[in-house]
């Protein structure tokens, strides 16, 4: 099975090895090989992470760079991975809940977009796409709040507190079990629901952004590479009508180009409903009126007095390079997982 991914009327046709849907997997080497992928990839981009906290709960703005040597000055290496051990322990049942309703959503709604409400194949696809990207962030914060309020927490301690790189409203933490024994004390199960309103009013919107923008991007991408050899073919430059078969390295390049565009689309949109979730999971009652947990509202108060609507974008360098580094790893790493858990791998094989 072949896509055109050039829509015009010219013979140089871009032909695509067909998508793996939902039914085509083998469910069990899908959620084992994802939670093993997956794993490997949140290790390497971990750091970056660290490095956005601790930015969105500062007083004043620094630097990400003078943060980071900061960190390695007074930490070491370790520094950039606090709460990663407790992340992790996250990342296998979020992921597995995040891809399967990912790709029953996806199946599901395109179908229904193409075949009962005449959407026209593209406008199918961006539907199918937001409409799975909420449904897989709802599904994902059931897991992925806790373990954030958890990680995030062991993060932000540390690194020196001068005055430039003071958080406030922190308490101390002797490793994840020893914060959640904590947080359980203080506030019981709702306060590792801490922040899971607005972490879904972040996440769904930013996944549906982020999906939709990427199918858009994927599909532009691509006609603009047809128009391109449909002129050179023009200039008798070209190799005829035969049309052309990308290989995976040109596949994987134009995912990894799509991915990192549709995250810089998604960080802006989302940036400062992310900065005020990453305080209210953080920040305890020190940095709040009469000892309470701070609300969205005065939350909001902090940063404009601390800062401005600047103060809402603090740590957006970060995000958007972790948001495109790791939309674009994961994106081509995820494509390749689904293609390596085909039930029939050589008829669904990359070129």
């Not at 002797?174 to 914060?179: C, F, R, V, W």
């Amino acid at each position: 099975m072949s896509l055109s991914a050039a829509e015009d009327d010219s013979a140089s046709e871009i032909h695509l090895p067909a998508d793996v849907d939902w039914e085509m997997l083998d469910k069990s080497k899908f959620f084992f090989l994802g939670a093993a992928l997956f794993s490997g990839v949140s290790g390497v981009l971990y750091p970056i992470v660290v490095l956005k906290t601790r930015q969105q709960v500062m007083l004043n703005d620094a630097s990400c760079f003078k943060m980071a040597a900061s960190i390695f000055r007074t930490e070491g290496c370790r520094g950039f991975y606090r709460g990663f051990g407790t992340s992790l322990m996250g990342t296998i049942p979020a992921r597995a809940l995040y891809m399967g309703a990912l790709e029953v959503t996806k199946s599901n709604v395109g179908n229904v977009a193409s075949n009962k409400l005449g959407f026209s194949e593209a406008s199918a696809s961006a539907v199918a796409n937001a409409a799975a990207g909420v449904s897989a962030a709802m599904a994902a914060q059931m897991v992925w709040t806790p373990i954030d309020v958890v990680s995030q927490r062991l993060m932000v301690q540390g690194g020196g507190c001068d005055s430039s790189s003071c958080a406030v409203g922190l308490k101390k933490y002797n490793g994840g079990i020893d914060a959640f024994r904590k947080i359980i004390y203080a506030d019981g199960v709702r306060g590792l629901y801490r922040g899971f309103g607005i972490s879904i009013l972040t996440y769904a919107p930013s996944n549906a952004v982020w999906w939709a923008s990427y199918s858009i991007a994927h599909r532009v991408i691509w006609s603009c590479i047809g128009c391109y050899r449909c002129k050179k073919n023009e200039n008798g430059n070209g190799n005829g009508g035969s049309g052309y078969r990308p290989d995976g390295k040109a596949v994987m390049a134009v995912q990894g180009l799509s991915a990192a565009m549709a995250s810089g689309a998604s960080a802006l949109v989302t940036m400062p409903l992310d900065t005020i979730k990453t305080r209210l999971q953080v920040l305890d009652g020190e940095g709040s009126v009469r000892g309470r947990s701070p609300t969205i509202l005065q939350t909001v108060r902090d940063l404009v007095k601390e800062g401005g609507l600047g103060a809402c974008y603090r740590g957006l360098g970060p995000r958007w390079a972790s948001m495109a580094m790791s939309a674009t790893t994961m994106i081509t790493t995820y494509e390749f997982l689904k293609r390596l858990s085909t039930k029939n791998q050589e008829s669904y094989a990359l070129s």
